[in-house]
């Protein structure tokens, strides 16, 4: 949906770096969420925030993830170090029911 | 039991045919269902949503909702190629504005 834009697309890097993912919502859409999504686990809730506060973490893997909204349209993820198993596609999405951007591929070699 | 859960296929359709997809819940998801369609590579896609007991219909899509039996199903018609993808289902959880996932179903329609 041309109204969630993510940023990189793609994303490749190497073991121990940090990797922050970016996400802008369409305007006057107040929740937004980010998943992760592979093979063998589909697709996760890593968290989502509500009038950019953030509601439900419980998704994060570990303390290596956090995410921040510091505005009501803006939002980024952030893995550091990043692992090999971070590697996924991660998706965020808005409102309710939820409009997905087209995602980001995440590779850690 | 998984509060929502889908066969993940795969299902193989012919051309033409009616493809239908199923979905059972638990009691600790709310009332409120709904059908995203993922093509490979691409992001799921919000295709139907359903809250009230019975049919819901738009174009060649049916969602039905059983309350009792705890099932939503979703009823593609006059199936073609480019129905081919995974379809997910979910539900939402009360309070707040999460969704439940199922794994998904691979639907593959063959000419």
């Known amino acids: 949906d041309a109204g969630v834009i993510q940023s990189p697309r793609h994303e490749v890097t190497e073991m121990g770096q940090e990797v922050t993912l970016r996400c802008k919502l369409i305007s006057g859409h107040n929740s937004l969420f980010w998943y992760r999504q592979t093979m063998m686990r589909g697709l996760e809730l890593l968290i989502y925030?509500?009038?950019?506060?953030?509601?439900?973490d419980s998704g994060m893997p570990e303390d290596r993830f956090s995410a921040k909204m510091p505005n009501a349209s803006f939002s980024t993820l952030k893995i550091q170090p990043s692992e090999p198993r971070d590697s996924a596609v991660y998706f965020c999405a808005s409102s309710f029911p939820q409009y997905f951007g087209p995602g980001t591929r995440l590779t850690v070699l | 039991q998984k509060e929502v859960e889908q066969n993940s296929g795969p299902l193989s359709v012919p051309e033409g045919a009616i493809a239908s997809l199923n979905c059972t819940y638990s009691?600790?998801?709310?009332?409120?269902f709904f059908w995203y369609r993922q093509y490979s590579g691409k992001s799921p896609e919000l295709i139907m949503s359903?809250?009230s007991n019975g049919d819901k219909e738009d174009g060649r899509f049916t969602a039905q909702l059983n309350k009792a039996s705890q099932y939503v199903s979703l009823l593609i018609r006059d199936s073609q190629p480019s129905d081919s993808a995974t379809y997910l289902c979910a539900a939402g959880r009360d309070s707040n504005y999460q969704l439940i996932w199922g794994a998904g179903t691979k639907l593959i329609i063959k000419p």
């Open positions: 359903i809250y």
């Open positions: 009691d600790r998801v709310s009332q409120s």
């Open positions: 925030f509500n009038n950019n506060v953030p509601i439900d």
